[in-house]
């Protein structure tokens, strides 16, 4: 296979220099003159209001996975989410939430504009628990978000002692915008061992906290728990987002 290389605009992690990963990495810059305009499967969101969340410090080695290279170690913390009772739809196929964590600055770009933070939620397919989905919402200064800013005030003890802490009663219909509007690719995890095969929907209205919540969030891992954009290649952002007129 030919050294294939990129160039720093294209997002590269390795500017200049052999690329390392496949065709498929996330995230993306979204660029919104090259979208594709479709009607998408509904997304229909049966998550509950008082769900248990097990938030837990991980950090991935400069290393690993072997094979692709010294980049920064990785640190962040996870909130698990045990119960199999929250679920989504898209269109026909039934996806189960397990995962919630949080990257500041946002992982993904708009027209190659960063927000403040940017959360996923993890699913996988029921019937197909290798089917990986992953909804990112963006973040932006301006009305309190409680619940955000409860379990926020919780990272530094999860970091610190390395304890798993428990937040209980999370409403997490609120962790996704009421306006379903998306974007949607096939990309790859954001973290190690950046598989690929993830779909994922990227919702186009962001969620707002207050900014000092926004602020804490960022202190906490001072160096940002962002992965760089990737190249798209020859992959297609579909979305149901209305034109610009
Ligand atoms: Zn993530």
Known sequence: MSQET????????EAGRPRRWGFEQSP???????????????LEFAYGNSAKIEL???????????GLGVHRP???VAGHIRSHDHHLRVGDADYVLSEVHWHTPSEHLIDGRTFWAEHHLKHHRVD????????????EAGEDHPD??????????CRDNAEIITVDSVDLTRLVPTERASY????????APYSEGVSWIVMASPLTARAATLAELET??????ARSAHPLYRRTIETDVPRVR
Not at 148 to 157: A, G, I, K, N
Not at 220 to 225: A, E, I, K, R, S
């Open 6 to 13: 990129v160039s720093e605009q294209d997002g590269s992690i």
């Open 28 to 42: 993306v810059n979204i660029r919104t003159d090259l979208l594709t305009h479709r009607r998408l499967p509904r």
């Open 56 to 66: 837990e410090y991980v950090r991935h080695p400069a290393d690993e996975p072997p």
């Open 74 to 76: 990785e640190e962040n």
């Open 128 to 139: 197909d628990p290798g089917d990986a989905l992953v909804v990112a919402v963006f973040w």
């Open 148 to 157: 955000l800013q409860r379990l926020v005030r919780e990272f530094p003890r």
């Open 184 to 191: 949607r690719y096939r990309g790859s995890l954001t973290t």
């Open 220 to 225: 906490d891992f001072p160096g940002g728990t």
